[in-house]
């Protein structure tokens, strides 16, 4: 089993800075890697499929980078609405794995 | 736009079966596989497993000896089942849609989520 480590677990940070949250795979997995954004109470949403495509409809704020074992999200100029926990996942071998989540607070 | 909409019973009793049904509207349920995800109170995502339309099912190796996933491409329904359920299978039950392209498979679209808990 793939094992994903996101990095931070949480952040407090101020609108309009600049978020990175980084996530390692136990073993390489080329571009399977996406990102998901959730907020309380509600289901994940995708934000980037294959490491660096953004999902229909997500803000271009949102975006991402990497291959092989490490994979970095990258939220330019954050906004209130932005505050919620995301995950990686890894769909490159069974069983699909999720990292632990990194939550973001806004200030 | 497709919309998933999971149902079932919110409580269970140990030792006795989940059982659950995801109903899919706004597209077709024959041209996708189906993944369930579940999410323990305050705990990150587990991939429970996965169905194609043709019946043909993948699952966690953790929970394969007690789950079963089908298809009704007649009712645009998905179904899980767990046996033996413990205190450890209180979650939010989620269904999702597994998008597959030739850059590979990831779960574009996710139903709101259903949460069961046990009790006795």
């Known amino acids: 089993e793939i094992v994903l480590t996101q990095s931070p677990d949480f952040q407090s940070v101020t609108p309009k800075e600049k978020v990175t949250i980084t996530c390692r795979a136990s073993?390489?997995?080329?571009?399977?890697l996406h990102w998901y954004q959730q907020k309380p109470a509600q289901s994940p949403k995708l934000l980037i499929k294959?490491?660096?495509q953004s999902f229909s409809g997500v803000p271009s704020r949102f975006s991402g980078s990497g291959s092989g074992t490490d994979f970095t999200l990258t939220i330019n100029s954050l906004e209130a609405e932005d505050a919620a926990t995301y995950y990686c996942h890894q769909s490159s071998s069974l069983p699909y794995t999720f990292g632990q989540g990194t939550k973001l607070e806004i200030k | 736009q497709v919309q998933l909409q999971e149902s079932g019973p919110g409580l269970v009793k140990p030792s006795e079966t989940l059982s659950l049904n995801c109903n899919v509207s706004?597209?077709?349920?024959?041209?996708?596989?189906w993944s369930w995800i579940r999410q323990p109170a305050g705990q990150p995502l587990q991939w429970i497993g996965r169905v194609y339309p043709s019946g043909n099912a993948n699952y966690n190796p953790s929970l394969k000896s007690r789950v079963t996933m089908s298809v009704d491409t007649s009712k645009s329904q998905l179904s899980l089942k767990l046996t033996s359920v413990t205190a450890a299978d209180s979650a939010v039950y989620f269904c999702?849609?597994?998008?597959?392209?030739?850059?590979?498979?990831?779960?574009?679209?996710w139903g709101q989520g259903t949460l069961v808990t046990l009790s006795s």
């Open positions: 706004g597209g077709s349920i024959s041209n996708y596989c």
């Open positions: 294959y490491a660096s």
């Open positions: 073993q390489s997995i080329g571009t399977g």
């Open positions: 999702a849609r597994e998008y597959s392209s030739s850059s590979g498979k990831v779960f574009d679209f």
